[in-house]
């Protein structure tokens, strides 16, 4: 059964730092490309940063480009993101999924960023 679990969210001040974990199972994660999305009441869902297969390579939105890292773990079947100088408008619940999408999503993770 495919499934992703994304816990680690929580509140944070601003400039503050959170990591966040996705443990993903149910397909091939090593043979899948892995995205960090973001979901805000405003801005509905938006990427946020991408990786390759064996975690070499990555991209991230404009947004969060120097301040966001994406890793994974293949032999734990899990996605990470290190999310550093929080803002205010970083305030998500934030979600994983293989690229392409699958058709089920996880509950994601709400990060609040406020002081």
């Known amino acids: 059964q495919l499934q992703f679990v994304e816990p680690g969210g929580g509140l944070v001040q601003p400039g503050g730092s959170l990591r966040l974990s996705c443990a993903a199972s149910g397909f091939p994660f090593s043979q899948s490309f892995m995205n960090w999305y973001r979901r805000t009441p405003g801005n509905g869902r938006e990427l946020v940063a991408w990786?390759?297969?064996?975690?070499?390579?990555?991209t991230y939105a404009r947004y969060v480009k120097g301040r966001f890292t994406i890793t994974r773990d293949n032999t734990k079947s899990t996605l990470y993101l290190q999310m550093n100088s929080l803002r205010v408008e970083d305030t998500a619940v934030y979600y994983c999924?293989?690229?392409?999408?699958?058709?089920?999503w996880g509950q994601g993770t709400q990060v609040t960023v406020s002081s």
């Open positions: 999924n293989a690229q392409p999408n699958f058709a089920s």
């Open positions: 990786i390759s297969l064996d975690g070499d390579s990555a």
